[in-house]
């Protein structure tokens, strides 16, 4: 057996820990013995339907109290599996359909697992000669006894943010996951009969999937799971969840702290308990001081410990996480010059005005390597500006694409992350932007998130909803627009003043001027399925504004 089976299932054995679902309505623990016994019958299902070793499982539910079964169950048979983008309200349900089914020759999938509330794709699904299995069906199954598996045996297949039309998965075996869950819980000193994890993330996301589904189930943690939707109903409910549970450790990106920080704000005393709190894991999208203090001031009424913020780095190529503050440290900010950042390729500590504040995401977990290199491939000193490179046990090894699989990682196992970022001299990782948005003005760098800090600091404009759109990429002279959301689109003197504004911040934070500035209503700017900006998709915003 792999080690992430053997320890899931010693842990069912064990009965330890809770998963906890059906908040805010109709609260059910379960322990994770009881979730075996629903994967064995769910097993049994799969069988019947031909699943077995080295097949490859997609699934489409929505509730965690029938994803947590479902995935055990695919992996009780050797199969993988591929958690697929989820259709919403607005979604073209014939484009959705013809996407998930170029996903599905991708990864040559035996069945797809179909739960609430998504059983309206059914019939999209069989009509294109899809095998589907519903949950229903599962629970049905005969019980049957896990299979053998192996270390080099690939247990998920992650679709990056965005895999529509041409899609891309990232392959994670048994191995990298037992080795990168194995790092996480040893560098936040997770305590099994103290901590208790509370979600929302999606499970169709690696952080959702990975942090809060996959690992709790293997070690025997506790965790509250919600879904997204309940908490976009009522974001106050997460931390509603933190303080009737006494949760030690969640997650989100930063976005979702924003909209937190202005709930609390607005919260009479004593309304949440937030003092249990240990880790408030900040990733997945750049991380904003701005909003992690913002947070600290408001949780403070509530008992939070400012030193819980903890802005962390990871990607699905690592199976999840590559870096994680030490326990008590709390957001550490990088000082340093911003011409010499842009222009010199260098993170030089400051004390001068305006200089640029620069999160660190804390240390490599162990198990993992970095380094950084230039544009000419040299390896960089610490504090040099370069593309960041990891290599070790938890980092995939490649990749599965509509034209077969791609090697992730260079002859010596490097694999190249495609962020720009440097490493201080205690070996904290700090993210600067993403290679490819990066916009060249006069030899410098600027980098796009610094631009949407500035233009989400303007009155009106939605938190986290301002992109930075580079134009004429590669050509001498670069320049940028910046898109923006606001609930005041409609009002023509409140666009000009809003467009106004942005152009001075913008202009402020790093001194140079945007082409154009496009004031939109909410919703407009394309994001992912975890609510990063999609910075390449967002060209059309501009005649749309």
């Not at 609510?531 to 390449?536: A, D, N, P, S, T």
Request: include cysteine; proline fraction near 7%; charged fraction near 20%.
């Amino acid at each position: 057996m792999s080690r992430f089976t053997e320890e899931m299932y010693a842990t069912a054995e064990a009965d330890t820990g809770v998963l906890i679902t059906g908040e805010p309505g109709a609260p059910l623990q379960q322990s994770w013995g009881a979730i075996h016994r629903q994967a064995r019958c769910m097993a049994g299902a799969l069988a019947a339907a031909g699943i077995g070793p080295g097949d490859s499982v997609g699934i489409l539910a929505g509730e965690p109290v029938d994803i947590a079964p479902a995935c055990q169950s695919v992996w009780m048979r050797g199969a993988s599996v591929t958690m697929l983008h989820q259709p919403t309200p607005r979604t073209d349900l014939q484009l959705w359909a013809r996407d998930t089914e170029v996903v599905l020759k991708m990864i040559d999938a035996r069945a797809v697992v179909l739960g609430t509330p998504f059983e309206i794709a059914e019939q999209l699904l069989r009509e294109r000669g899809i095998t589907v299995v519903t949950i229903g069906q599962m629970r049905e199954g005969k019980p049957v006894e896990p299979v053998d598996t192996a270390e080099s045996d690939m247990l998920l297949q992650q679709l990056t943010s965005g895999s529509t039309g041409s899609p891309k998965a990232v392959r994670i075996t048994h191995g990298n996951f037992y080795a990168n869950a194995d790092a996480m819980m040893e560098r936040v000193k997770f305590s099994l009969d103290d901590d208790v994890m509370v979600s929302w993330l999606p499970l169709f996301h690696d952080m959702g999937m990975v942090g809060f589904l996959s690992v709790p189930m293997q070690v025997g943690a506790t965790v509250v799971s919600v879904t997204p939707l309940d908490f976009l109903r009522s974001p106050m409910l997460w931390a509603e969840l933190i303080s009737k549970y006494r949760g030690t450790l969640t997650a989100a990106p930063n976005f979702a702290y924003s909209l937190l920080a202005r709930k609390l704000a607005q919260a009479p005393d004593g309304a949440v308990d937030l003092s249990s709190m240990r880790w408030m894991w900040n990733g997945a999208e750049p991380v904003d001081p701005d909003t992690m203090e913002h947070l600290a001031k408001e949780g403070e009424r509530f008992g939070l410990d400012p030193t819980a913020l903890a802005p962390s780095y990871g990607m699905a190529e690592t199976t999840l996480a590559v870096s994680v503050p030490d326990p008590g440290r709390g957001m550490v900010l990088d000082v340093v010059d911003p011409d010499l950042l842009e222009a010199g390729g260098m993170a030089v500590p400051t004390s001068r005005p305006h200089a640029r504040r620069m999160p660190t995401l804390g240390r490599l977990v162990s198990g993992l390597e970095g380094r950084v290199v230039g544009r000419d491939g040299q390896v960089l000193p610490p504090r040099g500006v370069g593309i960041i490179q990891l290599r070790g046990k938890a980092v995939t090894h490649g990749y599965l694409t509509v034209d077969g699989p791609v090697p992730a990682q260079d002859s010596d196992g490097w694999l190249d992350t495609g962020d720009v970022g440097y490493f201080t001299e205690e070996g904290h990782v700090v993210v600067c932007g993403r290679v490819k948005d990066v916009i060249i003005m006069g030899g410098r760098n600027v980098y796009p998130t610094d631009i949407e800090r500035a233009a989400c600091s303007v009155e009106g404009v939605r938190p986290g909803n301002a992109v930075a759109i580079r134009l004429d990429a590669g050509e001498k002279r670069e320049s940028f627009a910046v898109a923006v959301e606001t609930k005041l689109f409609d009002d023509p003197e409140q666009v000009r003043r809003i467009e106004r504004e942005v152009v001075h911040a913008v202009v402020a934070e790093v001194g140079v001027r945007p082409r154009t500035v496009a004031v939109l209503g909410p919703g407009s700017i394309p994001k992912t399925s975890s609510g990063k900006l999609r910075r390449g998709n967002s060209l059309a915003l501009l005649t749309r504004g």
